[in-house]
């Protein structure tokens, strides 16, 4: 009986349940969408692609990104490209940056801050020099080009998506500076999301949670020193877009990450302890 009745509640919800997510209305929206020759920022601009957005999209090397563009025009939109060739360590690049991309499609609705520096996997060696440069790259850049779009975003309604991670949430061994920066974007932008709603304007914030996915670099880094499966890009790339477009506040992906955080919470007693135990180190 409990299963019948299970079962007659799912059927319900399913029936009733509308997908706030409508592809149909990221065509011709205007993307500009950061690191996106390689891995997630790669998967996220063939979605785009197939739901037929005007995308500009940015990294550093122009030969990558120009065989992504090919491929995402191959599906049918208009891709464009702004290589930089500077990282995004420096400020006037992220200025220069937007005032290239923003005339490209003559207006901005969504602005998706996906890039990240070279991130190191181990141990804090005590480098400070590395952790201040990340911190240029992962939020300095982020908040430099929120900045600039900000106006652009304002006059189309328009959404701001940064990705971010689980160690945004929870700070995990291996990433001592990496886990800083996401910090610091959660800080920023969660606050920056309260200023929005209290002046009224209405830009949406979306903060993408990730766990561990299939990308090159992060199987490369992670390889023999965890013991977490990885989720497919593609799919974690249009949780992300979805979350956009609908405007939610957070994504987590996979879903089950907000129930880790909540757990993080709630049982602060041996926590750490058994989060180490998905790590791998044996001291020398
Ligand atoms: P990748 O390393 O696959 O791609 C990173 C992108 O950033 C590339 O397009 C790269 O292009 C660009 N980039 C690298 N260095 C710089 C720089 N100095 N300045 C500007 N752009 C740069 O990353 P992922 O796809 O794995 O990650 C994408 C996002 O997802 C990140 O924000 C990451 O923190 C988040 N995430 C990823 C997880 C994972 O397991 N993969 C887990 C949790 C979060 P180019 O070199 O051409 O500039």
Excluded at 88 to 111: N, W
Excluded at 241 to 267: K, M, S
Aim: hydrophobic share 40%; proline share 5%.
């Amino acid at each position: 009986r409990v299963l019948c009745a299970t079962g007659i509640v799912a059927g319900l919800i399913a029936f009733f349940w509308k997908d706030p997510f409508i592809p149909e209305n990221l065509s011709g929206a205007r993307v500009l969408l950061t690191g996106a020759s390689a891995g997630i920022g790669e998967q996220m601009a063939y979605h785009y692609a197939r739901f037929g957005a005007e995308i500009v999209l940015t990294a550093r090397r122009e030969a990558v990104l120009q065989k992504v563009r090919t491929l995402s025009t191959c599906l049918q939109c208009s891709t464009k490209t702004t290589p930089h060739s500077n990282s995004c360590s420096t400020s006037p690049v992220t200025g220069y940056h937007m005032d290239m991309s923003v005339p490209y499609v003559g207006g901005l609705d969504y602005l998706v801050l996906n890039h990240i520096g070279m991130t190191h996997f181990q141990m804090w060696t005590g480098d400070v020099e590395y952790t201040r440069w990340l911190m240029q790259v992962n939020f300095f850049s982020y908040v430099a080009l929120t900045t600039a779009a900000l106006p652009t975003l304002e006059k189309n309604r328009g959404s701001l998506v940064i990705v971010s991670s689980l160690t945004g949430k929870i700070p995990t061994p291996f990433t001592t500076s990496y886990s800083a920066t996401k910090f610091a974007l959660d800080g920023f932008f969660s606050s920056l999301r309260h200023e929005l709603i209290m002046q009224k304007r209405n830009v949406s914030v979306t903060l993408c949670i990730l766990g561990l996915i299939d990308t090159d670099t992060a199987l490369q880094n992670t390889r023999g020193k965890v013991h977490i499966s990885a989720s497919p890009a593609p799919e974690a790339a249009l949780a992300i877009i979805r979350g956009g477009a609908t405007r939610v506040q957070e994504v987590f992906y996979p879903w089950w990450l907000q129930q880790v955080c909540c757990l993080w919470v709630l049982f602060p007693t041996n926590r750490g302890q058994v989060l180490r135990s998905y790590y791998n180190y044996s001291s020398p």
